[in-house]
């Protein structure tokens, strides 16, 4: 069996003191974790919970990056920064930056590869259109040694209704991922 992967997206529920907080709680917890676990605090947060992570099982991602390394892009946040102060993931294409900030799959696209490229780990957000998405997201795509692109299920009917996704549903759709990334990426990335 894979390593078990865990991912929190912190989203804008916390402030700097209680994800610091947080982080410490934590680092007891990912020693016993067979796995990894990897925790994305909002961006005012990233250097203070790198602190307190530094020397600890836990890993740091980040909540978005910009698709250019440095540039006059007010507002947005460089993939060379986040990965200076400790990141090793960032998220990418998550359904409230799709529906909210109107991101395209051709946004996105920029944005896998310029993680690739600054050795990141891109964990990469679909939804119930996800053969749609995988196949734009990933378009053109080239995973070298030791990269590899995390795909997260996000089913937009469960987000924020109360329902859960049974773990049949979890299942059914992980394999049917795993068949359109079979089709649209070479079947030699994908670890058995």
């Known amino acids: 069996m894979k390593n078990k992967i865990i991912i929190g997206n912190w989203k804008m529920k916390l402030s700097v003191k209680e994800s610091v ?13 067979n796995g990894e676990m990897v925790i994305c605090p ?7 919970v790198a602190k307190v992570i530094k020397k600890n099982k836990v890993k740091l991602g980040a909540q978005d990056m910009f698709y250019e390394n440095n540039g006059a892009y007010t507002g947005e946040v460089s993939p060379i920064n986040l990965k200076s102060v400790g990141c090793e993931y960032v998220i990418i294409g998550h359904s409230e930056r799709r529906q909210y900030l109107k991101e395209t799959d051709e946004l996105i696209n920029r ?23 995988l196949k734009l ?9 030791k990269q590899r692109i995390i795909v997260a299920y996000e089913p937009l ?8 996704i049974t773990r049949e549903q979890v299942l059914k759709t992980h394999q049917k991922i795993k068949e359109v990334l079979e089709k649209i990426m070479s079947p030699k990335i994908f670890k058995k």
């Open 21 to 33: 907080e947080l982080a410490k709680k934590l680092q007891d917890k990912s020693i016993k974790l």
């Open 42 to 48: 909002d961006f005012v947060s990233l250097i203070p």
């Open 111 to 133: 944005k896998v590869k310029k993680c690739l490229e600054n050795k990141l780990t891109p964990i990469l957000c679909v939804s119930d259109d996800f053969a749609k998405q």
């Open 137 to 145: 997201d990933l378009k053109n795509i080239r995973i070298f040694d």
């Open 157 to 164: 009917w469960a987000i924020g209704t109360g329902k859960v």
